[in-house]
């Protein structure tokens, strides 16, 4: 499946430089580009993208005014959007605004192969669901869906569904995926309450463990228990969290030992 893709950036190097990545990169036809808010505008009232890349500073208007105007069009089912920009200070506004991701330039070929497979991912999946952009009001799970932070010189957009589990480090925690970790100032205490409770649990003062990538529950001894997540990595469970979310976890399916 080809995303018809729109490009949104004043400088033509930028453009001319990000369509010859695309170029390379399957998955994408560009169909329009502009270097200002009302050639964007146009452009997407036009050719109804699917995705737009959309530069932060535009002449005329900023990003986030054109994206404003985007989806006020009538009639025109607003394009997922991958912010590009030099600037991180926008991060967190580019969250809110439900972007697919925010690439920082200059950014590598792998890093933009990341951004249009979950641009592709969220396509996909919004045609098999009625839930559509939060942007457009209509996801109304109290519960985040990703997470917003700066990793590596990075600035990720990450689905909480990628998460396997979450560890504490001092006045840190660390978010661990299938093929990273990330380090972040944050507690235990306020990370449990922005998880779904459905997906996460909490099974000790230290750790947090998405359900979907647990194996079993082991009984290590009459004090010590234990939980074994599918890549084989065993996180320690408390005694006092274990008859709590013992449920949980048979609920999903996990095999408690």
Known sequence: MLLQTVLADDELLARQKLRQMLNV???VEVVGE???AAEVLDIVRTTTPQLLFLDICMP???GFALLDQINALRG????RVIFTTAYDTYALRAFDMNAVDYLLKPFTADRLRTAIDRAHAEIVGAGKSSTHREGLNHNISPYTTRMVFKSRGRILFLPVSDIRWIG????YVRICTKTETHLLRQTMSDLEEKLDPEMFARVHRSAIVNL???KEVRTESRRDFAVLLVNGQKIPMSRSYHARILQSFKSTGTQVA
Do not use: K, M
């Open 76 to 79: 025109v089912t607003p394009p």
């Open 212 to 214: 979907q990538y647990v």
């Open 34 to 36: 502009g270097a200002s």
């Open 25 to 27: 990169s399957s998955g």
């Open 60 to 62: 005329g208007t900023d």
């Open 168 to 171: 504490a480090e001092e006045n």
